[in-house]
């Protein structure tokens, strides 16, 4: 996760902090999801990207890179399928 907030090299401490509490906060949120999933499924994902953006910004580090930006090349990940089950 750091490599692809960061790239190659040490991650700083700030940036390093931020994004294990935001793995902390998306374990969190997603146990309790899953026992009362009041929220639908992209209210969550929105929820849970918003959250590391800040966690980001906080540190000093900004925002990670916006899907399908020229900043994310190379860092794309495969769509995701969204249908139930």
């Known amino acids: ?17 931020a994004v ?8 969190a949120v997603c146990l309790d999801w899953l026992e009362n999933p009041v929220l639908d499924r992209t209210a969550v994902r929105e929820l849970c ?3 590391l ?3 980001l910004r906080a540190s000093g ?3 990670p890179p916006t899907p399908g930006s020229a900043t994310d090349a190379g860092h794309r990940a495969p769509p995701r399928d969204e249908g139930g089950g």
């Open 1 to 17: 996760m750091l490599r692809a907030v960061v790239g190659p090299g040490p991650a700083p401490e700030p940036v390093r902090l």
């Open 20 to 27: 294990r509490g935001w793995l902390s906060f998306l374990v």
């Open 49 to 51: 990207a918003d959250t």
């Open 53 to 55: 953006t800040g966690a």
């Open 61 to 63: 580090h900004g925002a």
